[in-house]
């Protein structure tokens, strides 16, 4: 038989390589709507769909562990006794990888009383005696000894279960200096920690092998083990009942009885539904089509996934059109496409009709009117639909619900991304769409009308599972905000092409002096951009301390060598912190300059659904990264300045908008009197935790309340705190206690706000914005503690967040109602920035100061901080 025509088994420890996965990709990424966690089954499935590629197993078998008890823990009961107990996140991930494999056709083989790896050596044993080639693909080294001519082990990495290591006979000499059946000698005198297995007290892995070399086998060691002299000698002899009882362990069985030989393990055809139907509740998309792929099943005909029966849309002309929505007395689905920003199609639905046309300036004068009416209208991903229609002259009125904002709110933490996975989701059907790889796609896509038809249908689903107090943050604040960023992109922000590119060239003159000074303080150019070369200098040349471990290293991040720089100085550390600081100031200024637009305008793009408080960030360019309060900073904002035809610009902003929120929340009644005195807040803080009066407060004794009540907010311990002030942990303890008790009721909100979120699952702003937190009640420390700290945040950062883009809105619907010219332009980090035209600054600056003021009725007032200038920098308070 040549080797092409020889069967190929491959055997898989299933519960090995799913904890493996489970540990590679992080839990809070892997879940379903449910709260199911699914990154084990993720993560192996992903790795046994690319060996089934690669390999092309003719037969194939998974085997799974079905307990911790088995004849090993009879005979040692602590054997693998030091595992820890499962993480809740892993419970249930077994039994739904068993459906999928089931799914897929692959046997799922368990048996009682011993463990996977003596079926997978079982089967290994009986599939080489045959002819077969062997795979075995496990996490456990004992697997090792099953290594020869006719079995290869393929062992995961430590990145988890996307890189394996063959290992053949050679593979393992040459890692191990002995044969694979040998292997499990070594292990039996090192031990095993994974297993709880003792070894022989100083004896490594180079002294058992130099052992068994010289003695031929373990037995003979062990007979003649008064020949070795020394320490790790005696050792020998006072553990050789360890070693043999780790060698009994560790010995694979062959032989066991299974209801099933290679033969019966033959590779079937999968169920492509049954799959199909697992994966839909698991929202596995990407993968399902790699799994199809692998198992060379055709995703068409009765294997195609369910494809609901959408009307078929009428090409109307622009008169038709309109009659066509004039019939329409409910709410209409719109799906705009567009080609460079620019409206090129446009499609209607109704509940059972679509209706569709090209765009044209006849169809654009047609629909004005209906567009700017009120007729509800459903729309996923409206903003850049509507931009592009406000650029052909048309604006949108009477936007009812887009379901991609709607999907977010549901699910901040895993929100979709697109119809498609909305329509998976929701619906339970797949939304046609075209092959963007094939220049001729075999399937075409659904036509804009039927996008409108699957985006009403969406909605419909969504509204009977949006809770309520969800549905009404969508439709009074994320709605109306939506509208406003539409106007804020397009109108975009006047900045100097000169200023910026005056600061880049003076930046890279500095980042290039400051790398001559480092190289002359170690004597040699290095890359100052590699951490391989940073390491080198660092920690092998300097002998600075290592800093944390990484995959790569020791870690040389900008955090990492700040710390280093404040325990151990160095000149040369010094210097490549100023580089880094220069050179990343550069790159900001080189994306916001390459970023200007032909009208010498920068148009960023709001993203509603970027965070999972609810602020706002941007892209294209990210605004969110220009630095606050140093010197760099005004030299870049002063490059935003007021445009042609406008007088100067507004800056706005609340002071101390979180504090305030922590006020009205926690209904403490000192904090509240502080913000209603009209005094620095801070100050009159200081004076109640140190007992002096508010003039006696000096300036050290306010940084460390100011730093101890924002703190606060965001879960800060005491060993944070003295961390951030330089203090002694005891100092920052007793600062802690004193303020509490003059603040209990902060105290008792923050706890009390952690506990709800652990019982509703979830925290909730002033205004009914909901973050879910499934990991409050995990067992994992890590995990459920940055839970914590997240839910203390949540309610307050997502009020600031809500309060914000009331006040935007309102604001922006303000000026548009009082026809004036001026302008909201950015929104950036809870700063407003308005471009106000000549003679309207009163009329401006009422509306900006009255509808912050206003945008929420807390028990404590809402400050307004305004500013004026010609640039943003000299505008700002």
């Known amino acids: 038989m040549t080797d092409s025509a020889k069967p190929t088994l491959l055997v898989v420890d299933g519960h090995s390589l799913a904890y493996r996965a489970f540990y590679a990709l992080p839990v809070e990424n892997f879940s379903t709507k449910d709260g199911q966690h699914t990154n084990g089954i993720y993560g192996f499935l992903s790795m046994l769909v690319n060996l089934i590629k690669a390999e092309k197993p003719t037969h194939m078998a998974v085997a799974f562990d079905t307990s911790r008890v088995s004849f090993r823990t009879r005979e040692y009961a602590e054997y693998k006794a030091t595992r820890s107990e499962t993480p809740a996140e892993f419970r249930g991930q077994i039994p739904l990888l068993q459906e999928c494999l089931a799914a897929m056709n692959i046997p799922v083989l368990t048996k009682e009383d011993v463990e996977a790896d003596d079926i997978l050596a079982t089967l290994a044993t009986q ?17 090792i000894q099953l290594v020869d001519d006719r079995v290869t082990l393929l062992y995961p990495s ?30 039996a005198l090192v031990g095993e920690t994974s297993d709880n297995l003792p070894g022989v007290p100083k004896v490594g892995e180079k002294t058992a092998v130099k052992w068994l070399t010289r003695f031929g086998s373990l037995d003979a060691l062990l007979e003649n083990a008064d020949q070795i002299t020394g320490v790790v000698g005696g050792n020998l002899r006072e553990h050789l009942d360890d070693v043999r009882r780790n060698r009994r362990l560790n010995r694979l069985l062959r032989d066991l009885e299974l209801p099933v030989t290679p033969a019966d393990l033959a590779v079937k055809p999968i169920d492509a539904q049954a799959v199909r139907d697992i994966f839909s509740r698991l929202e596995f998309r990407t993968l399902l089509p790699r799994v199809f792929e692998a198992t060379g099943t055709a995703e068409s005909g009765e294997d195609a996934a369910p494809v609901a029966d959408a009307p078929t849309p009428a090409e109307l002309h622009p008169a038709q059109l309109t009659a066509w929505l004039a019939e329409s007395d409910t709410e209409v689905g719109v799906t705009v496409v567009t080609e460079a920003g620019r409206v090129h199609r446009i499609g209607f639905a ?40 406000q650029r052909a002259g048309c604006r949108v009125a009477g936007l009812a619900y887009d379901v991609i904002l709607a999907g977010w709110l549901a699910r901040p933490s895993f929100p979709d991304k697109t119809l498609g996975h909305l329509v998976e989701r929701f619906l339970g059907e797949k939304l046609p769409e075209a092959d963007p790889t094939q220049l001729v796609p075999e399937t075409e896509g659904a036509t804009p009308g039927q996008l409108s038809w699957y985006t009403l249908r969406v909605a419909q689903a969504q509204r009977a599972r949006l809770p309520e107090p969800v549905a009404t943050v969508l439709t009074d604040i994320e709605l109306p905000t939506l509208l406003a960023l539409v106007d804020m992109e397009l109108a975009g922000v006047a900045v100097s092409h000169d200023k910026l590119s005056a600061f880049s060239g003076e930046l890279g003159i500095r980042a290039d002096g400051i790398a001559q000074e480092a190289y002359a303080a170690i004597g040699r150019e290095v890359n100052l951009g590699s951490p391989k070369q940073l390491q080198e200098v660092l920690f092998d040349e300097l002998g600075l301390p290592k800093t944390r471990k990484t995959k790569t290293g020791y870690s040389t991040d900008a955090g990492a060598l700040a710390a280093l720089q404040e325990t151990s100085p160095h000149p040369f550390l010094d210097l490549l912190l100023q580089h880094r600081e220069a050179t990343k100031l550069r790159q900001i200024i080189e994306s916001l300059d390459v970023a200007i637009g032909p009208d010498s305008r920068i148009h960023t793009t709001y993203l509603q659904t970027g965070s999972q408080t609810g602020r706002l960030s941007s892209t294209d360019p990210n605004l969110q990264n220009i630095p606050i309060r140093t010197d760099e900073s005004h030299r870049i904002r002063g490059a935003f300045e007021v445009g042609d035809g406008y007088e100067t610009l507004l800056t706005a902003d609340y002071s101390q908008i979180e504090m305030r929120i922590m006020a009205h929340l926690s209904e403490d009644p000192g904090l509240i009197e502080a913000f209603n005195s009209g005094e620095d807040t801070h100050r009159f803080v200081g004076s109640r935790v140190f007992g002096v009066d508010p003039a006696d407060v000096t300036p050290a004794m306010r940084t460390k309340v100011k730093a101890m009540s924002y703190g606060l907010v965001y879960g800060l311990s005491a060993f944070g705190l003295s961390k951030q002030l330089r203090i002694e942990q005891a100092e920052a303890k007793q600062l802690m206690t004193e303020y509490f008790a003059r603040f209990g009721a902060v105290r008792d909100y923050l706890r009390a706000s952690v506990e709800k979120a652990r019982v509703d699952g979830y925290t909730e702003t002033i205004f009914g914005r909901r973050r879910p937190f499934p990991d409050l009640t995990s067992p994992n420390r890590v995990l459920r503690e940055n839970a914590e700290r997240a839910a203390l945040n949540a309610p307050i950062q997502g009020s600031a967040a809500d309060i914000m883009k009331i006040a935007l809105f309102r604001i922006h619907r303000q000026l548009l109602d009082e026809q004036l010219t001026s302008r909201i332009l950015l929104q950036i980090h809870d700063e407003l920035v308005v471009e106000v035209a000549p003679g309207e600054w009163d009329a401006v600056e009422r509306i900006v100061r009255d509808r912050m003021g206003d945008a929420a009725q807390l028990s404590v007032p809402l400050d307004v901080q305004i500013g004026r200038g010609p640039n943003w920098d000299e505008a700002g308070h």
């Open 350 to 389: 109704r509940a059972d009709a679509a209706a569709e046309a090209t765009w044209s300036d006849d169809l654009a004068d047609a629909l004005r009117d209906w567009l700017a009416g009120d007729t509800p209208k459903v729309f996923s991903d409206a903003k850049p639909q509507l931009k592009a229609l």
């Open 127 to 143: 599939g080489a005696e045959l002819g077969y080639d062997v795979l075995v693909c496990s996490g456990d080294r004992d697997s």
């Open 158 to 187: 430590v990145q988890g279960v996307s890189q394996l290591k063959r290992y053949d006979p050679a593979a393992v000499r040459e890692r191990y200096g002995v044969d694979p059946a040998q292997y499990p000698d070594v292990a």
